[in-house]
T-cell receptor, first 111, second 114 residues
Framework: EDQVTQSPEALRLQEGESSSLNCSYT??????LFWYRQDPGKGPEFLFT???AGEEKEKERLKATLTKKESFLHITAPKPEDSATYLC????????????FGEGTQLTVNP | GAGVSQTPSNKVTEKGKYVELRCDPI?????LYWYRQSLGQGPEFLIY????????DSGLPNDRFFAVRPEGSVSTLKIQRTERGDSAVYLC????????????FGPGTRLTVT
């Protein structure tokens, strides 16, 4: 059974204070690791897909990296509008097309 | 282009009633998914359609839950004899095809069973 654990549960940063969110996973044959952003009252918004260890992807102030056991979402010089819940999900080799999500990290960036 | 749309955005129903939730996927996406999200939790998989057929319904919690996608586009999630424990946000997502493609989510339907 695929498992995803995200840490920390909540993170408060000052504007401009860089940090990282962690996503640890257990899966049989990773076919993809996905990062989403979710604002209150809205559906998850797709950010990145990573397919193999060593892969990195960037978008504005966000950078996602992947190892064989975990993924990091690095946030550089965050702004208040980056405040949201960040969700990590995996697609395993035995899970068909269903994503298994972690519980998310709630990020608050104070001005 | 238009994203995934879901109606209604909110639904309040009494325990024991029947409800239908609708999802309109992104045009051209053959795969459609339903997830359920409780407060403070990540989405949990319910069912996956490839075209008109349910390719994986292993996440449906019991036989009160049923979903259809008769023409391979719009899908309806149906819940019979609703229970208070069914209260959650029901999310629909679509992707180009099944497998390791990005799944794009709709805004969700918040279901409250009183």
């Amino acid at each position: 059974e695929d498992q995803v654990t995200q840490s920390p549960e909540a993170l408060r940063l000052q504007e401009g204070e860089s940090s990282s969110l962690n996503c640890s996973y257990t899966v049989s044959g990773l076919r993809g690791l996905f990062w989403y952003r979710q604002d209150p009252g809205k559906g998850p918004e797709f950010l990145f897909t990573l397919y193999s260890a060593g892969e990195e992807k960037e978008k504005e102030r966000l950078k996602a990296t992947l190892t064989k056991k975990e993924s990091f979402l690095h946030i550089t010089a965050p702004k208040p509008e980056d405040s949201a819940t960040y969700l990590c999900a995996v697609l395993g080799g035995t899970s068909g097309s269903r994503l298994t999500f972690g519980e998310g990290t709630q990020l608050t960036v104070n001005p | 282009g238009a994203g995934v749309s879901q109606t209604p955005s909110n639904k309040v129903t009494e325990k024991g009633k029947y409800v239908e939730l609708r999802c309109d996927p992104i045009s051209g996406h053959t795969a459609l998914y339903w997830y359920r999200q409780s407060l403070g939790q990540g989405p949990e998989f319910l069912i996956y359609f490839q075209g008109t057929g349910a390719a994986d319904d292993s996440g449906l919690p019991n036989d009160r839950f049923f979903a259809v996608r008769p023409e391979g586009s719009v899908s309806t999630l149906k819940i019979q004899r609703t229970e208070r424990g069914d209260s959650a946000v029901y999310l629909c997502a679509s992707s180009l095809a099944g497998g390791p493609y990005e799944q794009y989510f709709g805004p969700g339907t918040r279901l409250t069973v009183t």
